[in-house]
């Protein structure tokens, strides 16, 4: 598998075993001064099971993502627009040959339609997901960008989906360059598994029985044009240790040959599927504390990136996570197409089970409760901070002025528009917190944006 050393990696594991206080301190030092951990260093991490040790990583690591980030966290909300599927993976309740579930494609008007049940709920960024196959007649790069089309066309009153992030099958240079014409954010594709014999057993039939095809996608999209990547694991098809440092191979890579870093990074655990035999039982299952300290290294060694954590979780693992690194969520899922037309019934037939069924005003409350802003912005999309631009300001944590600046805007518009009287009225309580903190002049320019929300106005950010 290309750009991942196996053998180093083994030996890594092995080299790397054992740490003394000595080393651990100068680890944590480097990594609270923002700087990114090299392969040796995460690999030290990954070994360490004292649990006091282990509490010291996870201060480290709320530390850095504070500094980085600050107390806001981005909420969005996943749109499946397609579960059909040319690969047989064998995790995916949307694998070729799983006849548990029903297949459809969303029309034009059916993607307008959810996206609108989204915004009348509050939700602003949306993942667009995708099955692997298009609908008949279409090609599958034509079929997401009139996806992506429809999602921005559709409008609630003064509310409109500020930002579409992609999720799909590996394209060929010029189709990512339609694909970031289109309008899209970040362009999402998780390598699944960077060990190559699972890689290849789990992927047995389908375009994604190539492990170097998928791998090259994220060079190809970079030279499309698209500087906002986001990567990540499927966690539980190999050695959570293994699998880490692969990822964080894969990291180097990109930094070496772009210059930028992933923009996000997601940590998936497996969870079961309808029809999907091997999600009931993972080969390597990832207990809730590995899962901890995998969410804490990642923050400690690629200190700029988003974390991204999603409903497959528990309330309380979510809650948890959030302070060892975790900076944006979903919210009120559904993994099936068509999903958001009865929120009462179950998703049975999605792409795995959800653990945490909360609405979108309950995690805003559960958020406001522990202290976070909670965030709809695009402001860095909007005012193209990407690429390497945006890794100028996070990688010395100054994005962070204008990360909480702009969740409090779109904080305020989320509390007038669509939260019920007790969200309105915590929310409206932790803005004035917050708001005191601010200097002088970040006070006067928040006022203004303010009285723009209160005078109907609304996508304003710095």
């Known amino acids: 598998m290309k750009y991942i050393d196996q053998n180093k990696i083994n030996n890594l594991l092995v080299s790397e075993a054992k740490v003394d206080t000595a080393r651990l301190n100068s680890i944590l030092s480097k990594a609270k001064a923002l700087k990114r951990l090299n392969l040796e260093e995460s690999a030290a991490l990954l070994s360490v099971s004292d649990p006091g040790y282990i509490q010291r990583i996870y201060s480290a690591a709320s530390f850095v993502k504070d500094k980085i980030y600050g107390r ?10 397609s579960n059909l599927c040319g690969n047989s993976c064998l ?8 006849l548990s579930i029903k297949r459809k494609a969303l029309t034009l008007p059916e993607i307008t339609s959810q996206t609108e049940l989204l915004l009348k709920h509050g939700q602003k960024r949306i993942l667009m997901v995708c099955g692997e196959a298009a609908p008949e007649g279409k090609e599958n790069v034509d079929y997401y960008v009139e996806a992506v089309q429809s999602i921005y066309s559709a409008e609630v009153g003064k509310n409109k989906i ?34 190559q014999e699972t890689y290849l057993f789990m992927h047995p039939k389908g375009p994604k029985s190539d492990p170097d095809n998928r791998l090259d996608a994220i060079d190809r999209a970079f030279s499309a044009g698209i500087d906002d990547i986001g990567i990540g694991v499927l966690y539980g098809l190999y050695d959570y240790r293994f699998e880490t440092l692969g990822l964080l191979s894969h990291v180097e890579h990109m930094e070496r040959s772009f210059k930028v870093g992933p923009h996000t990074i997601s940590v998936p655990r497996i969870e079961p599927a309808e029809g999907v035999g091997l999600s009931l039982n993972p080969p390597y299952k990832l207990s809730d504390e590995e899962f901890k300290k995998v969410v804490a290294i990642l923050r400690l060694s690629v200190p700029y990136t988003g974390i991204i954590m999603s409903t497959r979780e528990s309330p309380q693992m979510r809650d948890l996570l959030l302070n060892l690194g975790v900076s944006q969520i979903s919210a009120a899922s559904r993994t099936s197409p068509g999903g958001y037309s009865d929120l009462e019934k179950e998703d049975a037939t999605g792409q795995f089970s959800l653990s945490d069924h909360r609405s979108l005003d309950e995690i805003v409350k559960t958020l406001i409760g522990h202290d976070y802003i909670p965030s709809f912005c695009a402001a860095c999309y909007r005012k193209e901070r990407t690429g390497e631009a945006f890794m100028q300001l996070a990688k010395p944590g100054t994005i962070k002025g204008k990360c909480s600046m702009n969740a409090l805007i779109t904080l305020k518009e989320y509390l007038d528009d669509f939260a019920s009287r007790e969200v309105k009225a915590l929310g409206y309580k932790l803005i004035e917190r917050y708001f005191k903190d601010l200097d002088k002049k970040d006070q006067e320019r928040l006022k203004l944006f ?13």
């Open 162 to 195: 500020k930002r579409v992030n992609v999720n799909c099958a590996p394209l060929s240079r010029e189709d990512f360059k339609k694909l970031k014409k289109s309008g899209i954010g970040t362009y999402q594709l998780f390598q699944e598994t960077y060990h």
């Open 91 to 98: 995790y995916c309740a949307f694998k070729s040959d799983n």
């Open 72 to 81: 806001r966290v981005v909420l969005f909300a996943p749109l499946y627009i």
């Open 450 to 462: 303010f009285s723009h929300v209160d005078s109907g106005v609304r996508d304003e950010y710095i």
